[in-house]
């Protein structure tokens, strides 16, 4: 199953998210994504916790949903890799649409260690 399969199958609407790091690479067919890591606005994130997506949270105390190989986020307040806190929103926003399916284009360099 390909990426942009993998991401259907969630059934999540247009708007509310966007597929998130090596996710693009996959959908670019520069390797495959080993899971699914996708950002949600506030209020998908709060419907999809009401539907009874597991609840966990990282070494840091980030909170995230996971449904089968897909880890949701929302919005925080904690940054990872380094300094890195982006706008969730704006990404979602700005995401790129490829065959359907939204990914977020982000250029920071510091989450790349350039």
């Known amino acids: 199953m390909d ?6 199958k969630l059934d999540l609407p247009l ?7 090596s996710g693009l690479l996959d ?6 994504a080993n899971d699914l890591d996708i950002i ?3 209020k998908l ?3 999809l916790k009401r539907k009874g997506y597991e609840k966990k949270w990282d070494e840091a105390g ?3 949903l996971t449904i089968g190989e897909a880890d949701i986020t929302t919005a925080q307040d904690i940054p990872t890799h380094g ?9 979602i926003k700005e995401a790129v649409v490829i065959n359907g399916i939204p990914f977020a284009a982000h250029n920071d360099r510091d989450l790349y260690n350039i």
């Open 40 to 42: 949600v606005t506030e």
């Open 15 to 21: 708007g509310e998210y966007a597929v998130f790091g």
């Open 45 to 47: 994130f709060e419907e």
């Open 83 to 91: 300094n890195y806190l982006p706008d969730r929103n704006k990404l």
């Open 27 to 32: 959908a670019w067919s520069i390797r495959k």
């Open 3 to 8: 990426i942009f399969e993998r991401v259907k």
């Open 62 to 64: 980030f909170k995230y």
